[in-house]
T-cell receptor, first 111, second 112 residues
Framework: GENVEQHPSTLSVQEGDSAVIKCTYSDSASNYFPWYKQELGKRPQLIIDIRSNVGEKKDQRIAVTLNKTAKHFSLHITETQPEDSAVYFC??????????FGTGTRLTVIP | NAGVTQTPKFQVLKTGQSMTLQCAQD?????MSWYRQDPGMGLRLIHYSVGAGITDQGEVPNGYNVSRSTTEDFPLRLLSAAPSQTSVYFC???????????FGPGTRLTVL
């Protein structure tokens, strides 16, 4: 899928609050949905991913939910900490190394 | 392991010049990719390779060539640089499709 919309573009939360970032896609054949975190001046790093046969996946304070019917997936960060401040990218793909990335969400956690 | 390495870190070119961005990985990964990152546009796939001798185009391949003669190396060539190619370029590798991609540190390219 070539159309991945990511919202919001910027997000500020108080430390300890939750943050939610949402992505929508258009290709019903998409079956892989990773989330990458990129700190300022650094390379993107995978934080969590989910496949189309799973509706939710959790890893400590981070969770991803997938609604294939509605074609959207979301990243949830609970108990946010200042070190969670970064740009987060969603992505989706159907195979053969073709991943389409969202435009990113700049998350700021205010101490 | 060094992981994914890229050279150079910074480069300034004049319009029309050519150059090669180097990418190497020592993890024996079959899959390698090149992305460009522009402000407000996320990461866009330029070219990718699923193994030595095999390459294919991504989302924005025009103006770029690649080759994959070995598993370790995946250079990206700009034949005639244009200002529109000013960007940060990331190389990435993975064991397969649909698993974690490991990114290199990036090359910041400016074309004047």
């Amino acid at each position: 899928g070539e159309n991945v919309e990511q919202h919001p573009s910027t997000l500020s939360v108080q430390e300890g609050d939750s943050a939610v970032i949402k992505c929508t896609y258009s290709d019903s054949a998409s079956n892989y949905f990773p989330w990458y975190k990129q700190e300022l001046g650094k390379r993107p790093q995978l934080i969590i991913d989910i496949r189309s046969n799973v509706g939710e996946k959790k890893d400590q304070r981070i969770a991803v939910t997938l609604n294939k019917t509605a074609k959207h997936f979301s990243l949830h960060i609970t108990e946010t900490q200042p070190e969670d401040s970064a740009v987060y990218f969603c992505a989706e793909g159907t195979g053969a190394n073709n991943l389409f990335f969202g435009t990113g969400t700049r998350l700021t956690v205010i101490p | 392991n060094a992981g994914v390495t890229q050279t150079p870190k910074f480069q300034v070119l004049k319009t029309g010049q050519s150059m090669t961005l180097q990418c190497a990985q020592d993890m024996n990964h079959e899959y390698m990719s090149w992305y460009r990152q522009d402000p407000g546009m996320g990461l866009r796939l330029i070219h990718y390779s699923v193994g030595a001798g095999i390459t294919d185009q991504g989302e924005v391949p025009n103006g770029y060539n690649v080759s994959r003669s070995t598993t370790e190396d995946f250079p990206l060539r700009l034949l005639s640089a244009a200002p529109s190619q000013t960007s940060v370029y990331f190389c990435a590798s993975s064991t397969n499709w649909g698993v974690e991609q490991f990114f290199g540190p990036g090359t910041r390219l400016t074309v004047l």
